[in-house]
């Protein structure tokens, strides 16, 4: 049983740029949230997606976007790159469906920004 | 606004040693509390949930305690191994949406 699986693992980008990053969920999972955690912090969420539509939202700015596909796998992409963007980017699935669950997350994509 | 804090930041003990680590958030109103174990540059893994209608959960040598009311959990490690080196952080869910609030997490070291 495949758990969550991010890709890619490293991406260095240059300020200004655009990024997106991708997510698989678990097997049998159908809700999908992103967290941002910089160097010795704890996860941030930013948002989170369930039947193909944002849900909930952290405190981050619009150049912060996502889309989840009907197989339940999504994407997060960053607009204007900026280095304060440097972080470990983690996804986490779940699934309303069962009810009380702990979540699943993967191994993050770790973006730099030069 | 919901605030989490972790106590000791770092924590270095020498293998065996019983150990406790703190966690504690400013608004009671939880729907649970998750325990997360994070290795160097991986991601998290899950180890304990706590419901907020229970007081503790327990999985081998691991025990994580929950008092609501005065907004504190503890995870309870018991005969450290140096394989329990490890960053662990603890986060709340503040609703039924799987949003989690994080601590910083305490880095930990057990030495040989």
């Known amino acids: 049983d495949a758990g969550v699986t991010q890709s890619p693992t490293h991406l260095i980008k240059t300020r200004g740029q655009q990024v997106t990053l991708r997510c698989s969920p678990k097997?049998?999972?159908?809700?999908v949230s992103w967290y941002q955690q910089a160097l010795g912090q704890g996860p941030q969420f930013i948002f989170q997606?369930?039947?193909?539509?944002?849900?909930q939202r952290g405190n981050f700015p619009d150049r912060f976007s996502g889309h989840q596909f009907p197989n339940y796998s999504s994407e997060l992409n960053v607009n204007a790159l900026l280095l304060g963007d440097s972080a470990l980017y983690l996804c986490?699935?779940?699934?309303?469906?069962?009810?009380?669950?702990?979540?699943?997350f993967g191994d993050g994509t770790r973006l730099s920004i030069l | 606004k919901q605030e989490v804090t972790q106590i000791p930041a770092a924590l270095s003990v020498p293998e065996g040693e019983n150990l406790v680590l703190n966690c504690s958030f400013t608004?009671?109103?939880?729907?649970?509390l998750q325990w997360f174990r994070q290795d160097p540059g991986k991601g998290l893994t899950s180890l304990l949930l706590?419901?907020?209608?229970?007081r503790e959960q327990t999985s081998g040598r691991l025990n994580a305690s929950l008092d609501k009311s005065s907004g504190r959990s503890t995870l309870y490690i018991a005969a450290s191994q140096p394989g329990d080196s490890a960053t662990y952080l603890c986060?709340?869910?503040?609703?039924?949406?799987?949003?989690?609030?994080f601590g910083s997490g305490t880095r930990l070291l057990v030495r040989p």
């Open positions: 986490a699935s779940s699934t309303k469906v069962q009810g009380l669950q702990p979540q699943h």
């Open positions: 097997s049998g999972h159908d809700t």
């Open positions: 997606y369930y039947e193909e539509e944002e849900r």
């Open positions: 608004d009671s109103a939880i729907y649970n």
């Open positions: 706590i419901q907020s209608s229970q």
């Open positions: 986060a709340v869910q503040t609703d039924s949406s799987y949003k989690l609030i």
